[in-house]
């Protein structure tokens, strides 16, 4: 199926460090949505965008929805070792019933303390 | 807010045997739930969508007569997999979406293992 591409793969940084990863498409997408999942648990809804050009803050996590629809940017600052986890980002497209969500395929965080 | 329960969280079955799993959206009502199954080191592989007093839809090759859903009421969605074999051993996640938002909320997962 459609997958959205999300890079960095995967990153190993200091605590302290502030983390950019992102995600790109060929569609255009209603709303993006980023979720954190820690091992054996389900997807943590961070923040969701809902508008383009949207720049969201939660916390130490900051994301905005790029100007074309097509991507997204998801920033961690000062991280810290909770922040370990995977990160993936989903795009929307709202079509008459359809809300279906396409995925990255995930951005794995490690923090060395 | 927009708390979403699994039960259970991890089951063990015999081949052959039936087993349920029921969402729950907690402090909202969902006209809309999803079932995912994940596998290790992959994202969420969307199974169906159900839809509170109707039939669920299915994605392309997710079988409906194997992967029961039932979607009575609006907090409860029910995935019974039937007939269960080792292969369909996995992780499966719900969500709930918020109808204000057109936001989906998870579960914490089920974790099964057919023997």
């Known amino acids: 199926g459609q997958q959205l591409n999300q890079s960095p793969q995967s990153m190993f940084i200091q605590e302290g460090e502030d983390v950019s990863m992102n995600c790109t498409s060929s569609s255009i997408f209603n709303t993006w949505l980023w979720y954190k999942q820690d091992p054996g648990e389900g997807p943590v809804l961070l923040i969701a965008?809902?508008?383009a050009g949207e720049l969201t803050s939660n916390g130490r996590l900051t994301a905005q929805f790029g100007i074309t629809r097509k991507d997204s940017f998801l920033n961690i600052s000062a991280s810290i070792p909770s922040d370990v986890g995977i990160y993936f980002c989903?795009?929307?497209?709202?079509?008459?019933?359809?809300?279906?969500?396409?995925w990255g395929l995930g951005t794995s965080l490690a923090v060395n303390p | 807010g927009a708390v979403v329960s699994q039960h259970p969280s991890w089951v063990i079955c015999k081949s052959g045997t039936s087993v349920k799993i029921e969402c729950r959206s907690l402090?909202?009502?969902?006209?809309?739930m999803f079932w995912y199954r994940q596998f290790p080191k992959q994202s969420l592989m969307l199974m169906a969508t159900s839809n509170e007093g109707s039939k669920a839809t299915y994605e392309q090759g997710v079988e409906k007569d194997k992967f029961l859903i039932n979607h009575a009421s609006l907090t409860l969605s029910t995935l019974t997999v039937t007939s269960a074999h080792p292969e369909d051993s996995s992780f499966y996640i719900c969500?709930?979406?918020?109808?204000?938002?057109?936001?989906?909320?998870f579960g914490p997962g089920t974790r099964l293992t057919v023997l």
């Open positions: 965008l809902y508008k």
């Open positions: 402090d909202f009502q969902a006209t809309t």
């Open positions: 969500s709930a979406m918020l109808a204000l938002t057109d936001t989906q909320y």
């Open positions: 989903a795009g929307q497209l709202r079509a008459g019933n359809n809300r279906k969500l396409i």
